[in-house]
């Protein structure tokens, strides 16, 4: 667990070098002392599916075997070359995959793995997919979900990064919502300040992935948006309704004072999952509320 987290927040780190300093992403895990306890050894996954374990640390080296994906990791040593593929950078890891040791490019292994919560046999494993750069010299880099069992694949989806770094990532169960067995959530960041800008929302659901939404806050001098879900399980949930609330200010400057007026408005709107999609109630009324705050700010 604690190899997980950590890899985690080199993921964002590494995604920020990546970013502004215009550099292909790079993926970086610890290894295992020697001496380190059988017990006390920490494990890492597969990401991809079918990846050759190699007698050195090349692409061209002899091939021993091949993995699946998910099959667990224990990362001993770490190569001095790295090799960067798909803009994706990093070095090589020599592993022990059961009973065989040899080597596996990190770009390979995921950066966060998790379990489904309506099917134990069903894992998930995430990291990057893909990096690019553009005609300005701006680095678009892409995200890989891919679901397993029994070694085998299940479904795989890819993300943008949405101009936010996918900081944090989660299974929320399916929150009380008919024909979803789990909900990722994954926690996006502004790389300029690292503060909470949205959160994407994928849908597990027999066997396939569904990238229902994309709830990202815009801030502007003239006014602010967020929006978030309320799920049927949570404190104000309703039964089979997923209900969106909106909350927009509007920051308007006084002439007199030159003090300025936030004006917010609040607004609710209701859908219902198909087992596809999200689809908006159209018996369901549109509640708003607009608002004056009192509380005026220089």
């Known amino acids: 667990m604690k190899n997980l987290k950590k890899s985690a927040l080199m993921l964002c780190l590494i995604a920020f ?18 001496a380190t306890p059988l017990e006390e050894l920490s494990h890492e996954y597969l990401m991809a599916h079918k990846v050759f374990l190699r007698e050195k640390p090349s692409l061209k ?4 075997t091949l993995l699946n994906i998910g099959t667990q990791l224990v990362l001993w040593e770490k190569s001095q070359n790295s090799d960067e593929i798909n803009g994706i950078k990093s070095n090589w890891y020599r592993v022990n995959a059961g009973d065989q040791t040899g080597w596996v490019w990190g770009g390979m292994i995921a950066q966060k793995a998790f379990g489904s919560e309506a099917d134990y046999r069903v894992k998930f494993v995430y990291g990057y997919e893909s990096s690019t750069t553009d ?20 479904d795989k989806i ?6 936010a770094i996918p900081a944090n990532i989660e299974n929320i169960g399916n929150k009380g919502i008919f024909n979803v067995e789990d909900i990722i959530a994954l926690g996006l960041e502004d790389p300029r300040s690292g503060s ?5 929302y994928v849908f597990w659901n027999n066997g396939k992935f569904t990238n229902v939404a994309n709830l990202i806050d815009y801030y502007d001098v003239a006014y602010t948006k967020t929006e978030s879900f309320v799920f049927p399980s949570d404190m104000e949930g309703i039964r089979s309704t997923v209900a969106l609330k909106t909350v927009i200010t ?18 609710t709107s209701f859908y219902t999952w198909n087992g596809y999609k999200l689809s908006k109630k159209e018996d369901a009324p549109l509640i708003s509320n607009d608002v004056v705050a009192n509380n005026l700010h220089r």
């Open 61 to 64: 080296a002899k091939k021993l």
């Open 158 to 163: 890819v993300l943008d990064s949405l101009h």
């Open 135 to 154: 005609e300005l010299g701006m680095v678009e880099t892409k995200y890989q979900l891919r679901a397993f069992k029994n070694g085998f694949q299940l």
């Open 250 to 267: 509007n920051h308007e400057v006084s002439p007199e004072n030159g003090m300025v007026r936030n004006t917010p408005s609040y607004t």
């Open 17 to 34: 070098s990546g970013i502004f300093g215009q550099t292909a992403p790079e993926v970086h895990f610890e290894t295992m002392d020697p």
């Open 196 to 200: 909470e800008v949205g959160t994407s």
